[in-house]
């Protein structure tokens, strides 16, 4: 939300607006007024054309939160749709509020729906283990790719460099 209000202040969010970021291509199509019109324009923008953008650094950044957001949002669908009927439904129904849609609502006679987080524990972790192979493989082509092709901006003596300093003189 913050940033939604905000993005279009030209001292925070429009500083890669400068001639050498335009003359070499890295700046996006320009957004639409609407709110949330950015994300329609930068799905438009391939893997690569946005690692030429912005970097490999953010690129990978971007990745990780589309992978915590696909992560949320199995979560959320699967634990409605499979965990919140199984505890209300088989649960004591003396619980009050949200407490009925809780593993604590399980009563002594339905013991063997506990078995259900259980087995949805195991669904999550298997999704999530998918995912990540799958951005490690992302990351490891695209890394790859960067590396040999390069930053336009950045010598390519920097990618092989390491500065020490405050080396202590014992």
Known sequence: ?????????????????????????????????????WLWEINKVSDEDFISMVGMDAYMFMRFIVFCLRLCFFWSVVGTIVLLPIYSIHGTNCADNWNRFTVGNISEENLEYIWAPVGMMYIFSAYMCSLL????????????????KGDPEIHPQAYYS?????????
Not at 133 to 146: A, G, T
């Open 133 to 148: 192979y799958v951005e490690y493989n992302n990351f490891v082509s695209k890394k790859l790719r960067y590396l040999v």
């Open 162 to 170: 390491v500065m020490v300093e405050n080396i202590p003189p014992t």
């Open 1 to 37: 939300a913050a940033f939604e209000c905000t993005r279009l202040l030209k001292s925070i969010q429009l500083c890669r607006l400068k001639r050498r970021y335009i003359a070499t291509g890295r700046v996006p199509p320009k957004p639409s007024g609407k709110p949330l019109g």
